[in-house]
Nanobody, 115 residues
């Protein structure tokens, strides 16, 4: 079982930046894919970014050019760098990991973009 612990959410002004972290309990090399979802109030959870172990990273259209998913395999941690934040980015952000067709979730972290 893969355990994921998130950190880094908070309140930021429009145009600002935040970096979310997701620490995995096991090596990222043992995980098939990782990424981030978000869920805004009253909306369905949506995929923000995903990365397969040996593949490229994908981004949802609303965040392309602003968000970057990166990994630190030495720390078993991956990140979501969020730049040029907009009020519509306000949501609870969840990291996830897939391994052998089992999906694991982080606990979620609130990101609020407001002046």
């Amino acid at each position: 079982q893969v355990q994921l612990v998130e950190s880094g959410g908070g309140l930021v002004q429009p145009g600002g930046s935040l970096r979310l972290s997701c620490a995995a309990s096991e090596s990222l090399f043992s995980i098939d894919s990782i990424g981030w979802y978000r869920q805004a109030p009253g909306k369905q959870r949506e995929l923000v970014s995903s990365s397969r172990r040996w593949g490229s990273t994908q981004y949802a259209d609303p965040v392309k050019g602003r968000f970057v998913l990166s990994k630190d395999t030495a720390k078993n941690t991956f990140y979501l760098q969020m730049n040029s934040l907009k009020p519509e980015d306000t949501a609870v952000y969840y990291c996830y990991a897939d391994r052998t067709n089992v999906h694991y979730w982080g606990q979620g972290t609130q990101v609020t973009v407001s002046s």
